[in-house]
């Protein structure tokens, strides 16, 4: 869990990598939809305002990836539980929670700043990226639709309000884990990795 542009997504993918277990994002999986699913524009207009989708569309898709078999052993999942009703709704039964902080302002700065090339799929901050490598993208990079001010401060009102309740339950629960989210990416994961450790070897 995170504010938007914590680098949850990023953070993520490095964790399935190291752990061999696949992670699966609720964003990714309501924006890959197929066209041909009689609820897909339904949720495609949810998401263009930065509003969570309904949660039977999302819990869905959700239920059905992690009764695939490469899930057998655990899997990493980024982006349910944002409100108390998505737990209510699918309680997917989490082993342990990772918080990753960094303020508001820096949030902002980090996806309005977001852009995907489109040419490799890869994401890129126009703050942080050289500017050689800009320029062999320019003209292919593309920013999600919501990704502008707007919609980046809507969803952030969503995280303060309801996704901070569930966490402080998850905290409660002592599942808690929370990682500082400031820095570059591998800084960051050597935190998630050493808090890990912590965890699992009980100190
Ligand atoms: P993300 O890629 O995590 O920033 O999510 C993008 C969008 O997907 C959100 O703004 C919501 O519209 C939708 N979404 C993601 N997770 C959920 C969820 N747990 N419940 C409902 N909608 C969601």
Not at 58 to 64: C, D, G, R, V
Request: aromatic share 6%; net charge negative.
């Amino acid at each position: 869990m995170g504010p938007q542009g914590s680098g949850k997504g990023t953070q993520g993918e490095m964790l399935s990598e190291y752990l061999g277990i696949p992670l699966i994002s609720v964003g990714g999986l309501l924006r890959e939809m197929p066209k041909t699913h009689p609820r897909n524009k339904e949720a495609e207009e949810y998401m263009e305002r930065g509003e969570l989708v309904p949660y039977d569309i999302a819990a869905e898709l959700i239920q059905e990836r992690i009764s695939l078999p490469d899930c057998i052993n655990g899997y990493i999942l980024d982006g349910w539980a944002r409100e108390k009703g998505n737990l209510e709704y699918f309680n997917p039964g989490f082993d342990l929670v990772l918080h990753i902080l960094i303020p508001r302002e820096e949030s902002v700065k980090r996806i309005t700043g977001r852009r995907i090339c489109s040419s490799d799929g890869e994401t890129y901050n126009i703050y942080t990226l050289p500017k050689e490598e800009l320029e062999k993208c320019k003209g292919n990079l593309i920013q999600r639709e919501d990704d502008t001010e707007e919609a980046v401060n809507r969803r952030l009102d969503i995280y303060y309000n309801e996704t901070q309740k569930v966490i402080n339950d998850f905290e409660k629960e002592g599942l808690l884990i929370e990682i500082d989210g400031v820095g570059t990416p591998e800084e960051v994961f050597e935190r998630v990795k050493s808090a890990l450790d912590v965890r699992k070897n009980g100190r």
